[in-house]
């Protein structure tokens, strides 16, 4: 089992910047894929990036250029740096891990983009 705890989040005026960290104990050998995704109020749960553990990064379109996601093997943690924020990135972001056919979730970091 996979143990993730968020930090980070927080309230932003629009155009700042924010790093989220999300740091993973327990089975942390059978993760493979680590990443963020984020729940806006009254909207669906999204994916925001995700990175496999060859490096891989993927992204949502709506980040590409301002987000960028990145794993610090060494210390099994996951970050997510956000520039240029803007008020539609306002929501609840979560960690996941996945592997060996198992999900794991954090328990989620608000971050509230003001306009």
């Known amino acids: 089992q996979v143990q993730l705890v968020e930090s980070g989040g927080g309230l932003v005026q629009a155009g700042g910047s924010l790093r989220l960290s999300c740091a993973a104990s327990?089975?942390?050998?059978?993760?493979?894929?680590m990443g963020w995704d984020r729940q806006a109020p009254g909207s669906q749960r999204e994916l925001v990036a995700r990175i496999t553990a060859g490096g891989g990064a993927v992204y949502a379109d709506s980040v590409k250029g301002r987000f960028t996601v990145s794993r610090d093997y060494a210390k099994n943690t996951v970050y997510l740096q956000m520039n240029s924020l803007n008020p539609e990135d306002t929501g609840l972001y979560y960690c996941?891990?996945?592997?060996?056919?198992?999900?794991?979730w954090g328990q989620g970091t608000q971050v509230t983009v003001s306009s």
């Open positions: 327990g089975s942390i050998f059978s993760i493979n894929t």
């Open positions: 996941y891990s996945f592997g060996g056919g198992v999900r794991s």
